[in-house]
């Protein structure tokens, strides 16, 4: 049987990236990014949901995204959910859901960042908006 484990979100930056250094060298980024829903309850009023997310990159695309992405930033993330066990100091398991990012994608206009980074040897997307509108349909 096949399995999948893949996550895409479009959220805000909670706040700015914490980047750090392993012992190796490669770099590890933490950030964490919202996503909302909003809709109209059986009354009319209107209802929202905000889920935060915790996200981590590694290596190249860490660098990225702490040189890049800041607070409040628009963001579009691929990767996996990943669940870590760990210890408190009272001795209590804790679990901590995250999701590994293998690619991000800045949001917003041109000015804000729109090139798409990739932590994998694949190429860049090319951005639509730089194609001329002369296209027949």
Known sequence: MASLNKAILIGSLGRDPEVRYMPNGEAVANFSIATSESWKDKSGAKQER???HNIVAYRKLA??????LKKGAPVYIEGRIQTRKWQDKEGNDRYSTEIIADQMQMLGSKAEGGKVQRQDSKPDVQDISDIDSDIPF
Do not use: D, F, R, S
Not at 63 to 68: A, Q
């Open 63 to 68: 660098e990225i995204i702490g040189e890049y």
């Open 50 to 52: 905000t889920e935060w």
